[in-house]
T-cell receptor, first 114, second 114 residues
Framework: GQQVMQIPQYQHVQEGEDFTTYCNSSTTLSNIQWYKQRPGGHPVFLIQLVKSGEVKKQKRLTFQFGEAKKNSSLHITATQTTDVGTYFCAGGKNSGGSNYKLTFGKGTLLTVNP | NAGVMQNPRHLVRRRGQEARLRCSPMKGHSHVYWYRQLPEEGLKFMVYLQKENIIDESGMPKERFSAEFPKEGPSILRIQQVVRGDSAAYFC????????????FGPGTRLTVT
């Protein structure tokens, strides 16, 4: 079945440093979504990428979708303590005409030292 | 504008008992998804339901687990004869339509089986 691998599993940075997490799928995706989960919290939607090669920005966050639609990355510039949490990618694959089924990566836990 | 609601937030059951987890989707959302999350793991898709219909239950164990989304009332995930391995966080998410849409997650139910 479809697998979504995410690296690194953990990342500890000093406040102000940059951070990147990478996501790779074993199959071509119809879309990729990114979620953030704070410790003890629930996943919160950040963004969705649909087009090949797409790049989207949200303030200090930059999201990319690979040309082959099999990989994606999330880059945070100048991390802040509020960025702490686990970042998950979730791949959607067209299954019988519906893209509802998301396969989540295991996530990257980001900790930030103030 | 209430978000996705789940109850109970924490549930403790002894081995062999039944666990009932409830999920009320966001207003106007008729698509519900259930996920299971083990510690330091990503979210595993379990089942996707629309009102009165199970669309995809491919991620749900064949035995002891069942889900429903009746015409009136919340969606319910039922686990019969719980075992220690069922201990996990169970998240419900909803979306207004299926396909390339973000999923809104509830706060989750933390199930502990003693």
């Amino acid at each position: 079945g479809q697998q979504v691998m995410q690296i690194p599993q953990y990342q500890h940075v000093q406040e102000g440093e940059d951070f990147t997490t990478y996501c790779n799928s074993s199959t071509t995706l119809s879309n990729i979504q990114w979620y953030k989960q704070r410790p003890g919290g629930h996943p919160v939607f950040l963004i969705q990428l649909v087009k090949s090669g797409e790049v989207k920005k949200q303030k200090r966050l930059t999201f990319q979708f690979g040309e082959a639609k099999k990989n994606s990355s999330l880059h945070i510039t100048a991390t802040q303590t509020t960025d702490v949490g686990t970042y998950f990618c979730a791949g959607g694959k067209n299954s019988g005409g519906s893209n509802y089924k998301l396969t989540f990566g295991k996530g990257t836990l980001l900790t930030v030292n103030p | 504008n209430a978000g996705v609601m789940q109850n109970p937030r924490h549930l403790v059951r002894r081995r062999g008992q039944e666990a009932r987890l409830r999920c009320s989707p966001m207003k106007g959302h008729s698509h519900v998804y259930w996920y299971r999350q083990l510690p330091e793991e990503g979210l595993k898709f379990m089942v996707y339901l629309q009102k009165e219909n199970i669309i995809d239950e491919s991620g749900m164990p064949k035995e002891r687990f069942s889900a429903e989304f009746p015409k009136e009332g919340p969606s319910i995930l039922r686990i019969q004869q719980v075992v220690r391995g069922d201990s996990a966080a169970y998240f419900c998410a909803s979306s207004p339509m299926a396909g390339d849409y973000e999923q809104y997650f509830g706060p989750g139910t933390r199930l502990t089986v003693t």
